[in-house]
Nanobody, 127 residues
Framework: QVQLVESGGGLVQAGGSVRLSCAAS????????MGWFRQAPGKEREFAAA????????YYSESVEGRFTISKDNAENTVYLQMNSLRPEDTAVYYC????????????????????WGQGTQVTVSS
């Protein structure tokens, strides 16, 4: 079992930046591919960013590419999401997710691929 705890959310003005963190605890001796998803009020949860187990491969949704950066610190069992040039439409609860991965270079973009989820952290972008 792996427990994921997100932090770093809050209220930010449009054009501002926020960095989310997701700390993993539990059976972290097994490495995981990680992802960030988000869910806005009244909408389905959607993919935002993903990173491979070794941190060498990343992928972003079209809506965040060029503004968000996902990174992974395996020594600290933490994954980050640096969010720049924020827009009001980025307002959502952000969730990190972990997928046990035998292949160190594969990443995952579908929510049902993931094994573990954090509780989410709210990001609100004011106009």
């Amino acid at each position: 079992q792996v427990q994921l705890v997100e932090s770093g959310g809050g209220l930010v003005q449009a054009g501002g930046s926020v960095r989310l963190s997701c700390a993993a605890s539990g059976r972290t001796s097994i490495s995981y591919a990680m992802g960030w998803f988000r869910q806005a009020p009244g909408k389905e949860r959607e993919f935002a960013a993903a990173i491979s187990r070794n941190g060498g491969n990343t992928y972003y949704s079209e809506s965040v590419e060029g503004r968000f950066t996902i990174s992974k610190d395996n020594a600290e069992n933490t994954v980050y999401l640096q969010m720049n040039s924020l827009r009001p439409e980025d307002t959502a609860v952000y969730y990190c997710a972990a997928k046990r991965a035998t292949n160190s270079r594969v990443l995952f973009t579908r929510s049902y691929d993931y094994d573990y989820w954090g509780q989410g952290t709210q990001v609100t972008v004011s106009s």
